[in-house]
């Protein structure tokens, strides 16, 4: 049964009447839900995107996202997954970014369709998932997850790592995972929040000020939402659901990903490996956009928003 959460509309930015659910993982584990529903006339609605965020985030950072797709017709019903956002976290220290199995996403992905049947939003579903939600949305589509097409954003199906590193980081997080450390900070990652210590220039993000005042903003006004490095065996979970997905074939659904000419914390190859073997997959490159393609601005913003409804054919 889904209950009321808290909801902070103000920094969220999205479609009025927004709201967020308390739900629950098969696991026990509470988990949040936010829904933004189309406000035009009902026989207009076109349909609910379930979107999948990225590691560190909320339902909050995609208010303004879920307005892009209400001009569209479609519905937004968001998550916090588990060990981030407002869902529980799974350590005594709230900042590291923790999981115990990559595979138990898939219980949180289950939670929300339920939320979903719950609540009745609109079908037919869509896809939009960004970075580790590319990688959740991945597994969820060979799973059969109901949906009647995907997009990515910048898709975590590899981690942006140099040639030399990739072999340290793979033996030392399985290492440190069996040795009982897997609830450390992976090396070379901080217990701040990024958008709180890092400049905006040069950042990784987005080149969008706008942009990066909006989630910098949501930040220092609901710390609570944030979440710092991961940990080690976050890594090596990642890093292993990463390699098995890579070798799996792709799945049935039509997928566009958008990925920025500049990106720095995912794997590019990755990303174009697997659209070069997606029969009904197209890749489209954001030239001179970041991490975050959703959150740039501008012309840029204008594009993915048209690619995305002429995509979902709305």
């Known amino acids: 049964m889904l209950t009321d959460a808290p909801?902070?509309?103000?920094?969220?930015?999205?479609?009025?009447?927004?709201?967020?659910?308390?739900?629950?993982?098969?696991d026990g584990v509470?988990?949040?839900?936010?829904?933004?529903?189309?406000?035009?006339?009902?026989?207009?609605?076109?349909g609910t995107v379930l979107l999948f965020p990225g590691r560190t985030e909320y339902v909050e950072k995609y208010g303004r996202t879920a307005q892009g797709l209400a001009d569209m017709g479609l519905a937004t019903l968001a998550v916090d997954w588990r060990g981030q956002g407002l869902a529980d976290r799974l350590n005594d220290d709230a900042m590291l970014g923790h999981v115990g199995k990559f595979?138990?996403?898939?219980?949180?992905?289950?939670?929300?369709?339920?939320?979903?049947?719950?609540?009745?939003?609109?079908?037919?579903?869509?896809?939009?998932?960004?970075?580790?939600?590319?990688?959740?949305?991945?597994?969820?589509?060979?799973?059969?997850?109901?949906?009647?097409?995907?997009?990515?954003?910048?898709?975590?199906w590899g981690i942006s790592l140099a040639p030399h590193m990739r072999p340290v980081a793979t033996v030392l997080s399985a290492l440190g995972t069996s040795l009982g450390l897997g609830a450390s900070f992976a090396p070379g990652t901080a217990r701040e929040t990024y958008l709180?210590?890092?400049?905006?220039?040069?950042?990784?993000?987005?080149?969008?000020?706008?942009?990066?005042?909006?989630?910098?903003?949501?930040?220092?006004a609901?710390?609570?939402?944030?979440?710092?490095?991961?940990?080690?065996?976050w890594l090596h979970e990642a890093l292993s659901e990463c390699k098995a997905l890579h070798a799996m074939d792709t799945p049935k659904h039509s997928a566009l990903a958008f990925v920025g000419t500049d990106e720095r914390i995912v794997d590019v190859p990755s990303i174009e490996s697997r659209v070069e073997r997606w029969a009904n997959g197209t890749l489209?490159?954001?030239?001179?956009?970041?991490?975050?393609?959703?959150?740039?601005?501008?012309?840029?913003r204008a594009r993915i928003n048209s690619e995305i409804k002429a995509f979902f054919q709305l």
Request: net charge negative; proline share 6%; with cysteine.
């Open 284 to 300: 489209s490159r954001v030239e001179g956009a970041e991490h975050e393609v959703l959150m740039e601005g501008g012309a840029k």
């Open 103 to 156: 595979s138990d996403y898939q219980l949180d992905v289950q939670a929300l369709l339920g939320a979903a049947r719950e609540l009745g939003v609109p079908e037919p579903y869509y896809l939009l998932a960004h970075s580790m939600g590319g990688c959740i949305g991945l597994r969820a589509l060979h799973e059969d997850l109901p949906v009647k097409s995907a997009v990515f954003s910048a898709p975590m």
């Open 30 to 46: 509470r988990l949040r839900a936010g829904y933004w529903a189309y406000g035009g006339a009902a026989e207009a609605v076109k």
């Open 196 to 220: 709180l210590t890092a400049p905006f220039e040069d950042n990784m993000l987005t080149t969008d000020p706008d942009y990066w005042a909006y989630m910098k903003g949501q930040a220092e």
């Open 7 to 26: 909801f902070f509309e103000q920094i969220a930015e999205g479609p009025e009447g927004g709201r967020a659910v308390w739900m629950k993982a098969s």
């Open 222 to 233: 609901q710390p609570a939402l944030t979440l710092a490095g991961p940990s080690l065996q």
